[in-house]
Nanobody, 124 residues
């Protein structure tokens, strides 16, 4: 089993920055990927970003490209999501997800493990 714990959410103003963290514990892994998804009120959960664990390759949703940056601290099994130039439409619950084996890492069905979510609210 893998447990994921997110932190770093909060209430900010448009244009501000936040950094989310997600740490994996339990049976951790050296392959696969960790990703971030988000779910806004009344909307479906959507892909935000993914980092492939061994290669470090990253991918972003078009809505966050150029503003968000995903990174990993390999030794601590931790992934970060740096969110800059935040907009009100970024308001959502952000979920960390992990899997030992993914194809693209852009689809929820690829992930076996999920965190509890952290709220990000951006006021205008």
């Amino acid at each position: 089993q893998v447990q994921l714990v997110e932190s770093g959410g909060g209430l900010v103003q448009a244009g501000d920055s936040l950094r989310l963290s997600c740490t994996a514990s339990g049976r951790t892994f050296s392959s696969g990927a960790m990703g971030w998804f988000r779910q806004a009120p009344g909307k479906e959960r959507e892909f935000v970003s993914v980092i492939h664990w061994s290669s470090g390759n990253t991918y972003y949703a078009d809505a966050v490209k150029g503003r968000f940056s995903i990174s990993r601290e390999y030794a601590k099994n931790t992934v970060f999501l740096q969110m800059d130039s935040l907009k009100p439409e970024d308001t959502a619950v952000y979920y960390c997800a992990a899997s030992r084996r993914v194809a693209t890492g852009r689809f929820q069905s690829e992930y076996a493990y999920w965190g509890q979510g952290t709220q990000v609210t951006v006021s205008s």
